[in-house]
């Protein structure tokens, strides 16, 4: 297996476990926040998720900067977490929006040859390269799926292993 192909397994590993992590929650359960004050919830999470695979698959990679960032509304970036409220809708959409952009990502990664890692896309940025910019989506989901299963945890004693 190349590196592109671990890097695409390790992404689509780590997508699953945001499925398992919160699964079979309902619109309630997903917009709970478990550790007051803080905003931060299984759905807010998701809705974060889409954003920041939008932000570099699309953004910086394709080179899109124009296309607004998702689930921020009026430049504040904590809309991604307070406008998670519990209400289905709002849970459909987050879902739907962080699985189409899971699915452009890869449907770009599906184009890209495994030598084009090393393609530099910002010299002047500590996060230079495609294989920077796959590791620190790498790196975001990692964050994050801690963060979900200690959210999950407080609500059903479960982490959705």
Request: aromatic letters at 6%; charged letters at 30%; proline letters at 4%.
């Given at each position: 297996?190349?590196?592109l192909?671990?890097?695409r ?9 945001v499925?398992?992590?919160?699964g ?22 998701v ?8 932000h570099w ?18 430049h504040?970036?904590d ?8 209400d ?7 879902f ?15 184009e ?5 890692l ?7 940025d ?10 620190q989506?790498?790196?975001e ?7 979900l ?13």
């Open positions: 297996m190349n590196e192909a671990t890097l397994r390790w992404l689509e590993d780590l997508r699953a476990a499925e398992r992590k919160t079979g929650l309902d619109a309630d359960q997903l917009a709970r926040r478990a550790v007051p004050p803080s905003t931060l919830s299984l759905l807010g999470l809705r974060h998720l889409a954003q920041m695979e939008h698959f699309v953004r910086v990679l394709q080179r899109r900067p124009e296309e607004a960032s998702l689930f921020v509304t009026g504040r970036w809309s991604q977490f307070d406008d998670a409220v519990a289905p809708a709002v849970v459909e959409e987050a739907t929006v962080w699985r189409d952009t899971a699915a452009r990502a890869d449907a770009w990664l599906d890209l040859p495994g030598e084009a090393d393609v530099v896309i910002d010299p002047d500590r996060i230079a390269t495609i294989r920077d910019v796959l590791q989506v790498l790196k989901y990692a964050r994050h799926l801690g963060h299963d200690l959210l999950r945890e407080a609500i059903d004693g479960q982490t959705g292993e």
